[in-house]
């Protein structure tokens, strides 16, 4: 039986949160990034790239799979979820006041296959980007 999008979705976060190179089979091979401070990426050698800037950037990320909020129209998939972490220094992510580790990815889909993802996500993950904050706050 295959696996609905939602279960491939699942699978996703799975893959990241193990560095599992398996991530790179759920991808078209035009699949399409967007990423804050990275920009946008093109095809699996720039999905390849941001793992890669990603992971000397973390040492571990752990999704809570159970918990995502998976709303599906059509050939998309939106996803609100929470996601904890520590950074390559030490620093554990989200600090509860600042960081709240939340995230909200929208996949699209050409048939069992992710053809884009768009990952709407603070990349400032342990709250260090203090001109911002002090705006803010």
Request: charged share 30%; net charge negative; proline share 4%.
């Amino acid at each position: 039986m295959p696996l609905s999008r939602q279960d491939i979705v699942r699978l996703y976060f799975e893959y990241v949160d193990h560095r599992d190179v398996r991530l790179m089979d759920l991808y078209t091979d035009d699949v399409e990034l967007l990423f804050p401070k990275f920009g946008s990426g093109k095809g699996k050698a720039d999905m390849q790239r941001f793992g890669e800037k990603m992971g000397a950037m973390l040492n571990w990320l752990k999704h809570d799979i159970e918990g995502l909020h998976i709303i599906e129209a059509g050939d998309t998939v939106v996803v609100e979820g929470r996601v904890w972490g520590e950074m390559s220094d030490g620093t554990a992510f989200p600090d509860g006041t600042v960081s709240q580790g939340r995230f909200c990815n929208v996949f699209e889909f050409e048939g069992d296959l992710i053809r884009a993802v768009r990952i709407y996500e603070d990349p400032d993950f342990p709250s260090t980007d203090q001109v911002r904050i002090d705006a803010l706050r």
